[in-house]
T-cell receptor
Framework: GAGVSQSPSNKVTEKGKDVELRCDPISGHTALYWYRQSLGQGLEFLIYFQGNSAPDKSGLPSDRFSAERTGGSVSTLTIQRTQQEDSAVYLC???????????FGPGTRLTVT | KQEVTQIPAALSVPEGENLVLNCSFTDSAIYNLQWFRQDPGKGLTSLLLIQSSQREQTSGRLNASLDKSSGRSTLYIAASQPGDSATYLCAVRLNSGSRLTFGEGTQLTVNP
């Protein structure tokens, strides 16, 4: 079946602009995660959604970052007033629920100029 | 705070060699441990998932072991091939959480 998909694959934006990154999880997966991978920081957790429960936002680096998950499926990560330090690869993952194996999408490479 | 360390950071071997990648973690209260492979410019591919109650998992030429009490896992790759060249990442999930905490990875190069 189809894996996790993300769009766009690449995004170049000017400092100060807002961006939206999209994630389509594997069908039937109730858990969805966002991670960020940047040079010197490795892979870091951002936010986690599980069904209709309140999301775990403890990894979001600042209040410029937000995410939502509509209808328990597609998720959008929004970064407002982008800064150069936001440049990274943003990875989305999904799993059947929080205890199962996580499957990752190909990522969105964000470059802030 | 859980910390995950992978040794070595980089490894270069000739084709056909058996090799071991190491992963250590500071908090032994883990739910499971997952090994991933990442090719340049790509996302992560899950290789093996070991539950905390398990000692090892095998998939083809790959074997992962887990010693939870000592905070260690190893990924053994038998008869390495050039196509195995990639970065290998270890990640752990705590009992109390849902997120994965990742190591920095081991960059493997298998030379023909």
């Amino acid at each position: 079946g189809a894996g996790v998909s993300q769009s766009p694959s690449n995004k170049v934006t000017e400092k100060g602009k807002d961006v939206e990154l999209r994630c389509d999880p594997i069908s039937g997966h109730t858990a969805l995660y966002w991670y960020r991978q940047s040079l010197g920081q490795g892979l870091e957790f951002l936010i986690y959604f599980q069904g209709n429960s309140a999301p775990d936002k403890s990894g979001l680096p600042s209040d410029r970052f937000s995410a939502e998950r509509t209808g328990g499926s597609v998720s959008t990560l929004t970064i407002q007033r982008t800064q150069q330090e936001d440049s990274a690869v943003y990875l989305c993952a999904s799993s059947l629920d929080r205890t199962y194996e996580q499957y990752f999408g190909p990522g969105t490479r964000l470059t802030v100029t | 705070k859980q910390e995950v360390t992978q040794i070595p950071a980089a490894l270069s071997v000739p084709e056909g060699e058996n090799l071991v990648l190491n992963c250590s973690f500071t908090d032994s209260a883990i739910y499971n441990l997952q090994w991933f492979r990442q090719d340049p410019g790509k996302g992560l591919t899950s290789l093996l998932l070991i539950q905390s109650s398990q000692r090892e998992q095998t998939s083809g030429r790959l074997n992962a072991s887990l010693d939870k009490s000592s905070g260690r896992s190893t990924l053994y790759i038998a008869a390495s091939q050039p196509g195995d060249s990639a970065t290998y990442l270890c990640a752990v999930r705590l009992n109390s959480g849902s997120r994965l905490t990742f190591g920095e990875g081991t960059q493997l190069t298998v030379n023909p």
